[in-house]
């Protein structure tokens, strides 16, 4: 909107929210220039904003509009964020970018249910010839109930999700898992409650932004359209994959490249996936000994050890706090961020905190990598230089510093106290597509089971990749607790094993 024309000097003028009289430089014209809000009644109104009803944001596509209501022209960034508090201002961008992103999804959805009709219109029509029906019989019945998420009790089309997973269902009011689609009663609360604020079945957090639900959903089709296309005839298969990859391209679903029965599903012919949790210190040396320890069937799954990875508190809350310094500090001056279930983060580096009651060392940190097996809090480890020099630096603090910093060298096989294991990380604000909530970018000290470490994936017979991860145990002296995905939360783990880890004097 055009700035308002300029007021004489000291000119004042009535708020027309509370009616105190304040200097016009102290508010904003809306953008009809009828109406004048002093700062504070600005802030309020933009504040309420951030939790009004999704078509109130939706009308000027993420931007306030008089609040007057006697406007439909959008207030100007510029006219505002002089008079607002930045954290404020910050929110309400965040309002725009959800708007828009909502809109992206609902324009999809709308293409995708206009694709089911002109599919039902044809086969209505019986118009093709026997095959082309066959394939757009097949066509309509992935999109419809594979790409299309729906209520599973009347099932009703689910189009807006709104940053939580326990959803209502708009036409019988069935409160469902949007990750597992099961049925939760009156309210799936509970179902992600009960473990942790995560879906038992798929592991999602309860709270998460919708860039990163589609990320989850468009798992989750893909899985199901692999089972479906292995129940397609042979001679049909590839026909149809073929027919409906433009619909998968435009979701985001990744289509498989192998369309053997075996491969589209693995579990219908004894084969399963298995997670398992591997130190990403040891992730190297279990690579370079993929080709011996995996044989036959069983295929080891890396990932890319330049990727984000995710947090995920490990005592069930909704959150996770990064520290500016990593201590029990957990005063405001100390907090770097509350992060979300869900958020992509990358790894910095690794450090123990750790006592040595041989070396007189009462608090120091040690780089991980030179920490023998897997680090945890309350537990004794053992020194073992990364780079094979015979002894690590231990420092007063969790940097790379040295002089001041250092405490002093300590031999391999140095009996450690593990006080706790930290992960430094960084984050991405708003602009990189990183922010959630209103996050700036930042970094910080989190703790390491709040970075789970089980993408590692095995594939093959069930009883080939359960010997495979005891191999894996064996070599890297470390237990992976290895589950089948897809099995219950609680399930048990097998193949146990103690833990030594890796071999690593070392400064960093």
């Not at 989850?216 to 692999?226: A, D, E, F, I, T």
């Not at 042979?234 to 391209?249: H, I, S, W, Y």
Request: proline share 5%; hydrophobic share 35%; glycine share 10%.
């Amino acid at each position: 909107a055009a700035p308002a024309p300029a007021a004489p000097a000291g000119a004042t003028r009535d708020c027309d929210c509370c009616f105190d009289s304040v200097a016009v430089t102290e508010g904003v014209f809306c953008p009809g220039k009828a109406h004048f809000f002093c700062g504070t009644c600005l802030t309020n109104f933009l504040t309420a904003f951030k939790t009004a009803e999704y078509a109130d944001q939706k009308k000027g596509k993420g931007r306030a509009l008089c609040p007057m209501k006697d406007s439909e022209l959008p207030f100007g960034d510029g006219a505002i964020v002089a008079f607002v508090p930045q954290d404020v201002f910050d929110d309400y961008l965040q309002i725009r970018i959800k708007v828009a992103e909502q809109g992206i999804q609902e324009q999809m959805e709308k293409e995708n249910q206009d694709k089911i009709e002109e599919l039902k219109t044809k086969l209505a029509a019986a118009t093709g010839s026997g095959e082309e029906l066959e394939l757009n019989k097949h066509r309509l019945k992935i999109i419809d109930d594979i790409f299309t998420l729906k209520c599973p009790r009347c099932g009703a089309a689910f189009l807006d999700y709104d940053n939580c997973s326990a959803i209502s269902c708009a036409a019988c009011k069935c409160g469902f898992c949007s990750y597992c689609l099961e049925d939760c009663g009156a309210d799936a609360h509970q179902h992600f409650y009960k473990n942790k604020s995560k879906c038992p079945n798929e592991g999602g957090p309860l709270f998460i932004d919708n860039a990163k639900w589609q990320v989850y959903q468009s798992r989750r089709k893909g899985k199901l359209l692999c089972r479906y296309l292995a129940k397609v005839p042979e001679a049909l298969r590839k026909k149809v994959a073929d027919l409906c990859a433009p619909d998968a391209k435009d979701l985001g679903v990744e289509m498989p490249e192998d369309l053997t029965d075996k491969a589209l599903d693995p579990e219908a012919h004894g084969h399963v996936r298995m997670q398992l949790s591997v130190p990403r210190k040891l992730r190297g040396r279990l690579a370079a000994k993929a080709k011996t320890l995996f044989k036959g069937e069983v295929k080891l799954k890396l990932p890319d050890p330049k990727a984000k990875v995710t947090v995920n508190s490990a005592s069930g809350a909704l959150q996770v706090i990064v520290k500016k310094a990593p201590t029990n500090d957990v005063k405001a001056k100390n907090i770097a961020a509350r992060l979300p279930n869900g958020h992509d983060v990358v790894i910095d580096d690794q450090w123990v905190e750790c006592g040595c009651p041989k070396e007189k060392i009462n608090n120091g940190f040690v780089k991980e990598k030179h920490v023998v097996g897997r680090p945890t809090g309350g537990s004794k480890s053992s020194i073992a230089d990364a780079g094979g020099h015979g002894g690590v630096l231990v420092r007063k603090q969790a940097t790379q510093d040295e002089g001041k910093n250092s405490i002093k060298f300590i031999d391999d096989g140095t009996e450690v106290n593990v006080v706790r294991h930290w992960v430094e990380v960084k984050w991405d604000g708003p602009a990189a597509g990183g922010g959630f909530g209103g996050i700036k970018a930042g970094k910080g000290f989190v703790l390491a089971e709040d970075l789970p470490e089980d993408d590692v994936q095995l594939t093959g017979p069930v009883d080939g990749c359960w010997a495979a991860a005891a191999e894996v145990e064996k070599e890297l002296e470390v237990e992976v607790l290895a589950k089948v995905e897809g099995a219950k939360a609680g399930a048990k783990a097998k193949a146990k094993a103690k833990g030594r880890g890796g071999r690593g004097r070392g400064r960093g």
